[in-house]
């Protein structure tokens, strides 16, 4: 009784320690495993063999590579590819896609050989049925095929092939006959592609050449056509324009004055006529006023300055604007309104006693009279040549005041003009521009290219991989077939377990009568079965744990050479059939032959196989 409470204890206290639990499922796990070991045992080692052996026929994907280098000369840096933009920079880059073009991979499989036994005609040629041959081979192949390129920099392109594919024959060949096709293509294609390209842009230089001379002579023609617009600058007309009109107010201004000083010099030659003066006694020759010395002596100065001015503005080319003729013009005015002054005194003084103040030589007054009166009809000639000349240039600056006038009613519709015919020159201009400096681009490499020095190809290494296939892994097979086995062993242990219905314990046959056990009798084994039990344990159960492991060892290791070193795979396979060969091959005495006379040698033998 004591004994019992102490097991409960125990038993009590074991319940209460972490991991209780998992450890009586660690403990039925391990006591079912025991129980029914050969229920998982034979079927874990036949399913991981079968799975090993069935990873013999899975599809393996094999993976060869090779690169090589393209080194590009600088001229090939902006050399235009197209007639539009693009350039070298981006056609660099997706040069690589001619590696698998339909073009390529044709040739490529016909330089392999892949298609010597394609249908042909006489002339040795490909036949349609060879050539769909032919394409289909060289797009399934194209399709293993992958290009990747790096550029080490601007001027050197590193391009990587890589074939992935189900053959482990054809990987490498296959990569390095496309890199040397591709290679072979691509410099015959820079060539033929620079030669047209250069003569496309030589006929288009041309065209544009003539088109911008024509454009500039449109131009040039519509200029002449409206000397007064300038395109540019529209407001430019009215500028013109005021510096006409104030031209115009300039010599209106300097004809007034001419005009005034005409009247002056007449006034005053017919002051200084003798025949005046001698019979109207210093009166004029309608009877009017009369003039003093003192007037004449102020109209001989003001007329001094007169030809002092016109002295300066013809010999020393000064305008009206000269600091020197603005002096004299402030002393002619004054002098004038002194004149005036002089005039209106005159008028208002008595003749007599103007006679009285005027003590004077006759004589002497009527020569220099008759002097001054030829100087005054000199200077008369002169000045009415002025204004004759002032006329005219009036005249000249009404006809461009009148032409500038009508042109700037039109200015809107010649600067539209101008513009369509400017916008036509700066198009042509632009065009003719670049097809210059694309062909500036080209020449330059079409002769690197005729001295080998556009594109330099360097092939590097044979091509490596492709006999050690990538895809599956030997690790993956034999982690794959061995949880395949444990899983298939473990369901078979459960299955055993659900239908196994065999008394174990006394325990078992009480709980399922329901009763108490009063005593058990342990199993009777005699003899015999101690001999069994020792001829199985030692014997039966020894060979078959070893044929089971050793064939799941065996075909295991099959399944990771035939991946890791398929030649060594290959060459353990060969074993069995050199062996059958090599005892099919043995030759055998017949039993009907003479003796002494090998078969082989019978005569009729020989006969025998040469018979048709």
């Known amino acids: 009784m004591g004994a019992t409470s102490l097991g409960r204890a125990d038993q009590s206290l074991d319940d209460d320690r972490p991991f209780a639990e998992i450890r009586r499922s660690l403990h039925d796990v391990v ?35 090779t690169s090589f280098e393209v080194r590009n000369d600088p001229v090939m840096s902006n050399l235009p590819m197209s007639a539009g933009a693009a350039s070298y920079k981006f056609f660099r880059k997706t040069m690589v896609r001619d590696l698998t073009s339909a073009e390529s991979m044709a040739e490529v499989v016909e330089n392999l050989g892949l298609v010597d036994d394609a249908e042909r005609d006489a002339n040795g040629e490909l036949t349609p049925q060879g050539i769909r041959t032919r394409d289909s081979l060289a797009r399934s192949l194209g399709s293993n095929l992958s290009i990747s390129t790096v550029s080490a920099s601007e001027l050197v392109d590193v391009v990587k092939i890589t074939y992935t594919g189900p053959d482990p024959t054809i990987g490498k060949r296959l990569v390095d006959e496309a890199k040397r096709t591709y290679i072979r293509r691509t410099g015959i294609w820079i060539h033929e592609f620079l030669v047209r390209q250069r003569d496309y842009f030589l006929r288009e230089a041309e065209e544009a050449g003539a088109e911008v001379l024509r454009t500039k002579r449109e131009e040039i023609q519509l200029r002449l056509d409206n000397p007064h617009v300038n395109p540019t600058d529209p407001g430019e007309i009215s500028v013109k324009l005021a510096q006409l009109e104030a031209e115009r107010r300039d010599l209106l201004l300097r004809r007034r004055e001419y005009q005034a000083e005409l009247n002056a010099q007449r006034q005053l030659l017919a002051v200084t006529n003798p025949q005046i003066v001698k019979t109207s006694e210093n009166v004029d020759a309608s009877g009017g006023e009369f003039i003093s010395l003192e007037a004449l002596a102020i109209a001989d100065q003001i007329q001094h300055i007169r030809g002092t001015v016109n002295q300066l503005r013809e010999k020393r080319g000064m305008t009206d604007q000269h600091p020197k003729i603005k002096e004299l013009v402030v002393d002619r005015r004054r002098l004038e309104q002194q004149l005036a002054r002089q005039r209106m005194v005159d008028r208002q003084t008595p003749v007599d006693e103007i006679k009285s103040r005027q003590i004077f030589d006759s004589s002497s007054v009527l020569s220099s009279l008759r002097g001054e009166q030829a100087r005054f009809g000199v200077q008369i000639v002169a000045q009415t040549g002025k204004i004759k000349e002032i006329d005219i240039s009036l005249k000249t600056n009404q006809a461009a005041l009148d032409e500038l006038r009508g042109a700037k009613e039109q200015v809107f519709e010649k600067q539209e003009e101008f513009a369509d015919v400017l916008g036509s020159v700066k198009i042509a201009k632009q065009r003719h521009a670049r097809i210059s400096s694309t062909l500036e681009k080209i020449l330059p490499a079409i002769k690197a290219l005729e001295q080998n020095r556009l594109l330099q190809f360097s092939e590097g290494q044979p091509a490596r991989g492709g006999s050690i296939p990538i895809s599956p892994k030997a690790s993956t097979i034999l982690l794959l077939s061995l949880v395949a086995g444990l899983a298939v062993g473990a369901v078979f242990v459960v299955l055993a377990e659900v239908f196994d219905h065999v008394y174990r314990s006394s325990g078992q046959v009480a709980r399922s009568l329901g009763l108490p056990l009063l005593e058990a009798i342990d199993e009777i084994v005699t003899a015999t079965d101690r001999r069994r039990y020792m001829v199985y344990h030692a014997v039966v159960s020894p060979i078959l744990v070893i044929l089971c492991l050793g064939l799941t060892g065996l075909t295991g290791s099959m399944a990771y050479l035939s991946i890791t070193q398929p030649w060594t795979y290959e060459r353990i396979r060969s074993i069995p059939n050199a062996a059958l060969d090599l005892f099919y091959d043995t030759p055998a005495v017949a039993e009907d032959a003479p003796p002494g006379i090998d078969p082989l040698d019978d005569p009729l033998n020989d006969l025998d196989q040469n018979d048709p």
């Open 31 to 65: 006591r079912l495993l025991s129980l029914h070991r050969w229920m998982f045992f034979i079927p874990f080692c036949v399913v991981s063999c079968g799975a090993f052996i069935g990873s013999f026929y899975l599809p393996r994907t094999y993976r060869a590579t």
